[in-house]
């Protein structure tokens, strides 16, 4: 059985883990098993959520911060967002431009065989 200080880091772990998705945390948001499935963040999100967790469990719980740190590490990976990355558009490559392979020299018409 959790004690008291451990249910309230908890309920402020989901309720801060919800803020940042956008989300408003309530027990009923948790009833499904695969509740953790709906939102999504970045690496970037989670590890800033993951320092912010270890700080509350150092200042709620009076764990050294190595094991904060850890227990921050396992409520992530029980309970965290799925992660995914945002990808940076790339411009089209102009057409009818030749692709370099990797390890050939470029084509250079002035070169003579």
């Known amino acids: 059985m959790l004690r008291k200080t451990e249910e309230i880091?908890?309920?402020?772990?989901l309720t801060e883990m919800f803020k940042r998705v956008g989300r408003k945390?309530?027990?009923?948001a948790i009833s499904k098993p695969e509740w953790f499935?709906?939102?999504t963040w970045t690496s970037q999100q989670q590890e800033e959520f993951r320092q912010w967790?270890?700080?509350?469990?150092?200042?709620?719980?009076s764990y050294p911060a190595k094991k904060a740190g850890r227990e921050a590490g396992w409520f992530i990976f029980n309970y965290g967002w799925r992660v995914v990355e945002q990808r940076i558009a790339q411009a089209p490559e102009p057409v009818g431009k030749r692709k370099e392979r990797s390890?050939?020299?470029p084509h250079n018409p002035e070169i003579k065989k």
Not at 25 to 28: G, T
């Open 103 to 105: 390890g050939a020299a």
């Open 53 to 61: 967790l270890a700080k509350l469990i150092i200042r709620r719980l």
């Open 37 to 39: 499935y709906k939102s």
């Open 9 to 13: 880091v908890i309920t402020a772990a």
């Open 25 to 28: 945390y309530s027990p009923e």
